[in-house]
């Protein structure tokens, strides 16, 4: 099993839609999660983080957390196909500096 | 601010050969970070350097792969002698505090053992 698990994808919605990505992770250590957006042959940049439980907002952006059921999400309200890369999920434990990536949900937004 | 600068952004080696990749963090950041992804695989830890020190090494495969960073500046990557399996994108990061939501990422540099 792996650590963090994402659906690879490809996601696909229309223009305007919420995209809606999902991450689950086995390791109930896991304190901090990092939504990061990777365009092709880019380097990855954080989008947003969350650390409880609940949701968090920045703009067009929601993560979500829920320790009890091991899962983070990420809604993207009003969806651009400037949205469109792979997202990956990274959790880390307790103080910790190393992230633990999924391998990535790759968005398409249609226009 | 100039971000994380690695180089080559690609390299191409057979099996045998030295490879050496760099990466340039951004300026005052002491928390270096190497980062490996794999084909089809998801990007892994490899390091970790606080100015010159190695704080973590647990990610590094085998002895073959040999991380430095002189100075506490800039960090290197060697892989001697390179495996088929070391092909991959390798990701350099760094931070100013040692947790990483302050991480800031490299573009990465695309090797390819033939």
């Known amino acids: 099993q792996k650590e963090v698990e994402q659906n690879s994808g490809p996601l696909s919605v229309p223009e305007g839609a919420i995209a809606s990505l999902n991450c689950t992770y086995s390791?109930?250590?896991?304190?901090?999660f990092f939504w990061y957006r990777q365009y092709s042959g880019k380097s990855p940049e954080l989008i947003m983080s969350?650390?409880?439980?609940g949701d968090k907002e920045d703009g067009r952006f929601t993560a979500q957390l829920n320790k009890a059921s091991q899962y983070v999400s990420l809604l993207i309200r009003d969806s651009q196909p400037s949205d469109s890369a792979t997202y990956l999920c990274?959790?880390?434990?307790?103080?910790?500096?190393?992230?633990?990536f999924g391998s990535g949900t790759r968005l398409l937004v249609r226009p | 601010e100039a971000g994380v600068t690695q180089f080559p952004s690609h390299s191409v080696i057979e099996k045998g050969q030295t490879v050496t990749l760099r990466c340039d963090p951004i300026?005052?950041?002491?928390?270096l970070y190497w980062y490996r992804r794999v084909m089809g695989k998801e990007i892994k830890f490899l390091l970790h350097?606080?100015?010159?020190?190695?704080?973590?090494e647990s990610g590094m495969p085998n002895n073959r792969f040999l991380a430095e960073r002189t100075g506490g500046t800039y960090s290197t990557l060697k892989v001697q002698p390179a495996e088929l399996e070391d092909s991959g994108v390798y990701f350099c990061?760094?931070?100013?505090?040692?947790?990483?939501?302050?991480?800031?990422f490299g573009s990465g540099t695309q090797l390819s053992v033939l």
């Open positions: 990061a760094s931070s100013r505090q040692g947790l990483s939501e302050k991480l800031f």
């Open positions: 390791d109930r250590g896991s304190q901090s």
């Open positions: 969350i650390y409880s439980n």
């Open positions: 990274a959790g880390t434990q307790d103080s910790s500096y190393k992230l633990i």
């Open positions: 300026s005052g950041h002491d928390n």
């Open positions: 350097f606080v100015k010159e020190s190695k704080q973590d």
